[in-house]
């Protein structure tokens, strides 16, 4: 594992817990928010990975959940992992370093709507039974809300963030010849 | 709002090493998620207030979060009684209704008792939890976690991010700040989508600041030869002493009579009806 790799999970997973207790939205419908920290874990997994985006849903998720209820809740944990880990594997496709084109944002969204339905429709809810017994239909339901907020949240801040972070770069071949 | 963290004290909860407690955490999360049986999960709850008592932890410095629980479970309870009012019908294949409620609902014996436990599922570790973050010093965790087996790049990843969150909490305050001085509003009184855009001027700065601090961070310790080694030590790395081994020995006999008890009648529930 790269070192970069390495800072990137420490940092990502503190911010992770910082972005999830702080810059979240509600939306007026109760229980359901905008959570920005999904927005940047998408977003940090296109920048360094497969490995990196599943640590930060991970290690973020399980500190968020520690200094916010006390105690990790691990079916929705994992979801998190598998969501970053899930978004991170087009990393290398991506190519962000080489500039953000309507391409790329349509393979990003396309994976994120994928890795959200996998996560909270098939994942959470599964452990959720597994786990805690509880009802089909209830964890059915919040699955469902929670990857339709998810993929709105990812589709607008997180499509924003990339493209935000693809005009900071100097990309190769960006002098031009003056006349 | 604050965010729990590392509370100094002079208990033996404090001085067992970071291994110890953690690995207590593990056998305790694992008992709680795997049984269902009423008896092993009182006599946890019991176990853990135990503990919480002798790690002189007031219940003032942690009560803000245990009043977030409260309510957390609380809704969480009514979310399944509306979504499935007779699960607790279908888990002991019985129905004892009390009294009808309104059209399809009824409470029913099965399903109070369904949800003191699922209820208690959750709440039984929570003192336990709650110790382990209070208790054990952030730069002892990660040292423990690589003790367990965990490879030591990730166990230094969530160092970092344990090392971090104040830093970046402050950021988030000093941003914030700035960009209500500017005039942006992020109370209720903007409109959503409005609202929206401002913490996006909060989001932003903070995102990209944390991104140059990968920089830093990673070239600091690219100078420093991170990860040259297999194996590396830890300064606040504790040897083993005689209470970690009892306590070990005592959770681990605990961990198997509990799965013993759980799977002794071939299912997970605890049926007294």
């Given at each position: 594992m790269k070192i970069k790799t390495v800072v990137a999970i420490g940092i990502g997973s503190a911010l992770f817990l910082i972005l999830g207790r702080f810059v979240v939205i509600p939306?007026?419908?109760?229980?359901?928010?905008?959570?920005?920290a999904y927005a940047f874990l998408a977003f940090m997994a296109i920048l360094y990975g497969p490995i990196a985006g599943g640590c930060i849903g991970f290690i973020g998720h399980i500190l968020k959940d520690l200094t916010a209820?006390?105690?990790?809740?691990f079916s929705w944990i994992i979801a998190s992992a598998v969501l970053g880990l899930i978004i991170g594997l087009v990393a290398k496709k991506l190519n962000i370093q080489d500039g953000f084109t309507l391409k790329r944002g349509i393979l990003f969204n396309v994976t994120q709507i994928i890795a959200n339905l996998i996560a909270w429709v098939i994942v959470a809810p599964t452990l959720d039974i597994l786990i805690?017994?509880?009802?089909t239909n209830k964890v059915f339901a919040q699955g469902f809300v929670a990857s339709l907020s998810n993929i709105v949240t990812i589709c607008v801040i997180g499509t924003f963030l990339l493209y935000t972070y693809s005009k900071t770069l100097t990309r190769s071949n960006s002098l031009e010849l003056e006349d | 709002m604050t965010i729990l963290g590392y509370i100094d004290k002079n208990s033996i909860i404090h001085n067992l090493t970071g291994v110890t407690k953690l690995i207590l955490l593990i056998l305790c999360s694992f008992i709680s998620m795997l049984t269902y049986d009423t008896r092993v999960l009182l006599l946890l709850l019991l176990l853990s207030i135990v503990a919480f008592r002798i790690?002189?932890?007031?219940?003032k410095e942690i009560s803000f979060i245990f009043y977030f629980i409260l309510i957390f479970l609380l809704i969480n309870n009514i979310a399944i009684f509306l979504f499935a009012p007779y699960q607790g019908s279908e888990i002991y294949g019985s129905q004892t209704v009390i009294?009808?409620?309104?059209?399809?609902y009824s409470l029913t014996y099965e399903q109070l008792f369904y949800q003191f436990n699922i209820t208690l599922k959750y709440f039984a570790v929570i003192p336990f939890a709650l110790l382990f973050i209070v208790a054990t010093h952030p730069s002892e965790f990660a040292a423990s976690l690589n003790k367990i087996g965990i490879n030591y790049k990730i166990a230094y990843a969530v160092a970092i991010a344990l090392r971090y969150i104040p830093d970046i909490q402050k950021d988030y305050q000093e941003i914030a700040f700035a960009q209500q001085a500017r005039g942006i509003d992020l109370s209720k009184n903007e409109k959503f989508i409005q609202r929206t855009k401002n913490k996006m001027a909060i989001l932003t700065p903070l995102i990209f600041s944390s991104l140059e601090r990968i920089e830093v961070i990673s070239t600091a310790m690219e100078l420093r030869a991170f990860?040259?080694?297999?194996k590396r030590t830890w300064y606040s790395a504790r040897p083993f002493s005689k209470i970690d081994y009892i306590c070990l020995t005592f959770m681990s006999i605990f961990f198997i009579v509990s799965l013993y008890i759980t799977f002794a009648n071939g299912s997970r529930f605890y049926n007294p009806f």
């Open positions: 939306t007026g419908i109760p229980n359901t928010e905008i959570q920005t209820y006390g105690s990790p809740w805690y017994a509880e009802p | 790690s002189k932890i007031k219940f009294c009808n409620i309104i059209g399809p990860g040259h080694n297999k």
